[in-house]
């Protein structure tokens, strides 16, 4: 696995608004290298959809291409996610003011030496703040 990868940019994909050049080539090098996130990603990327497909941005019909196509690529679920959910990673997520969930991306990029791909700006200066290296997007 080469970097871990967060819901948000990972929904970037399926909406060409929020793509840039740099979340279409890490798609490219997710394809070819895999990513790691946390064990509770799905339930984000799914609900990102189904959030979509409730106020009619898209078709259920596409959800699930989407869902199809995200299953293909080698992403890994940490399943040590929920063990360090109420101690690091709540830590995190009160030292930078930021969810729970977002604070489970900086606790795996710290625990596994990983660079992060995220999209969120508050996500993004956390990650530079402590020392995570990021992924251009």
Not at 56 to 71: F, H, Q, T, V
Not at 88 to 93: D, I, K, N, T
Request: aromatic share 8%; net charge neutral.
């Amino acid at each position: 696995m080469t970097l871990v990868l967060d819901s948000a940019t990972a929904l970037s994909w399926f909406f060409r608004d929020k793509q840039t050049e740099g979340t279409r080539a890490l798609l490219e090098t997710v394809a070819k290298k895999g990513a790691v996130v946390p064990q509770h990603w799905r339930l984000e990327v799914g609900n990102g959809l189904q959030s979509a497909v409730r106020l009619k941005m898209i078709e259920g019909w596409y959800r699930d291409a989407c869902l199809a196509d995200l299953s293909c690529l080698p992403i890994a679920p940490d399943l040590a996610t929920f063990d360090a959910a109420f101690g690091e990673s709540l830590r995190l997520a009160a030292r930078f003011s930021v969810s729970l969930y977002a604070a489970s991306y900086l606790e795996l990029s710290l625990r596994r030496a990983l660079p992060l791909a995220a999209m969120d700006r508050e996500l993004r200066e956390a990650a530079g703040t402590l020392g995570i290296a990021l992924v251009e997007i």
